[in-house]
C-alpha cells in the first residue's frame, strides 16, 4: 500500500507495490487515449519544488496530476524563489506541505529528498537528488520495458554511459535486482559505477563490466543510453576529455537482433545520434511518453482517496 507514503528510493517499493503501479498505469493509459475526464484527485494540489533543471519530470507530473483532476503550483526556478534569500530546505518544505497534498522534488544534493520527507507530514517523491536515486524514472523504464518487450525476466539489459553520477542507472539497477536478468555495464573506466553503489549489488545481480560495446552489443534485448552528467562534473577538464567517447549511430544498431529496444532516460546530448531515432530500435520518446500514465497511477495512489 502507497497510500501517503513519501517515495525517496526504489526500494521503498515492494514487489507488490511495483507491480500495482504498472497494472494502474495500464488503466490511466487506457483513460489517456479515451480522452475520458478523470476527477480522482478532486481538490487537492500537487507542488512540484525544482532545485534542478527539468523538462520531463516536472512537465509530466503536473500534466499527470491535471490529467488526474488535481491542480498543480510549482517552484520551477530556485533562483527566483526564496532559496536565493537563503531560506532552508527544511523552512521550504514546512511551507509547502500546507499549500499542497503531496510533493515532488528535485534537488542537486543525495539525500535532499529523503530529508525532504523528514520535515514534511504529506508524502514527498524524489524526483532526483544529485547523483542519488530518480525512483519514478525507474518506474517509467521497467513499465517501457514490460510495455515493449513484454516482460522484463530473462532479458540481457546493457546501461551504457554515466554511470559514476548517472542517478536513473542507481535506481534502475536496484530495481533490476529484483528480476531475472543479466546486466552488461558499459562506460570510460572513469565513469563506471562507484564502489559503494557495486559493492551494494553484486551479490544480488549478475553484472558484467566492460569498456566497450562490441561484444555485447548483438545480444542484447535492452541497450540503456545515458548522457554524460556534465554538471556533476568536479574537474571541468575531465568532463571535456570524455565528451564523444561513446555514440550509439545506425551502424550499431544494425548490430542489435529483432525485437531489440534502445532506451534513454533523455535529455540526450549527443551519446544518440539522430538518424538512430527513425530506426524502430528507438523507444526513448515512447519511454518520455509513458511518463505520463506511469506518475498519473503513483499519484493516484498515494494521494488519492
Ligand atoms: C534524468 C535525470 O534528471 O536524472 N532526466 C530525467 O529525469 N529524465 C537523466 C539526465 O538528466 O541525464
Known amino acids: 500500500m502507497l497510500k501517503n507514503k513519501s517515495l525517496v528510493s526504489i526500494s521503498d517499493l515492494s514487489d507488490d507495490d511495483l507491480n500495482n503501479v504498472f497494472l494502474e498505469a495500464d488503466k490511466m493509459l487506457d483513460y489517456i487515449n479515451s480522452s475520458k475526464k478523470l476527477d480522482i484527485m478532486g481538490s487537492k494540489i500537487l507542488a512540484t519544488l525544482f532545485y534542478e533543471p527539468s523538462t520531463r519530470t516536472r512537465l509530466s507530473f503536473e500534466s499527470a496530476m491535471q490529467r488526474l483532476g488535481g491542480s498543480t503550483i510549482s517552484m520551477a526556478d530556485s533562483k527566483t524563489s526564496s532559496v536565493s534569500k537563503g531560506e532552508t530546505l527544511a523552512d521550504t518544505i514546512r511551507i509547502i506541505e500546507s499549500y499542497s497534498d503531496i510533493i515532488v522534488i528535485r534537488h542537486p544534493l543525495e539525500g535532499a529528498a529523503f530529508l525532504a520527507s523528514k520535515f514534511s507530514s504529506k508524502p514527498v517523491i524524489n524526483a532526483g537528488d544529485g547523483s542519488g536515486e530518480h525512483p519514478t524514472q525507474t518506474l517509467v523504464d521497467l513499465y517501457t ?6 516482460e ?3 532479458k540481457k539489459i546493457t546501461i551504457m554511459g554515466d554511470l559514476k553520477y548517472g542517478r536513473t542507472v542507481h535506481s534502475l539497477l536496484m530495481a ?12 570510460p573506466e572513469n565513469l563506471r559505477l562507484s564502489d559503494y553503489v557495486y559493492n551494494e549489488l553484486k551479490n544480488k545481480l549478475n553484472i558484467t563490466i566492460s569498456d566497450s560495446l562490441e561484444k555485447y552489443i548483438n545480444d542484447t534485448d535492452v541497450l540503456y543510453v545515458t548522457r554524460l552528467q556534465k554538471e556533476r562534473f568536479t574537474d571541468k577538464n575531465e568532463y571535456s576529455k570524455l565528451i564523444g567517447s561513446y555514440r550509439i549511430t545506425a551502424k550499431e544498431t544494425e548490430k542489435m537482433k529483432n525485437n531489440s529496444i534502445i532506451m534513454h532516460p533523455l535529455p540526450r546530448v549527443d551519446e544518440i545520434s539522430p538518424e538512430v531515432d527513425s530506426t524502430d530500435k528507438a523507444k526513448y520518446f515512447k519511454q518520455a511518453s509513458y511518463g505520463i500514465p506511469v506518475r498519473m497511477a503513483l499519484i493516484s495512489m498515494i494521494a488519492g482517496d
Open 145 to 150: 520495458i514490460k510495455k515493449e518487450l513484454g
Open 152 to 154: 522484463i525476466n530473462n
Open 176 to 187: 533490476l535486482t529484483r528480476y531475472n536478468v543479466d546486466v552488461t555495464l558499459v562506460s
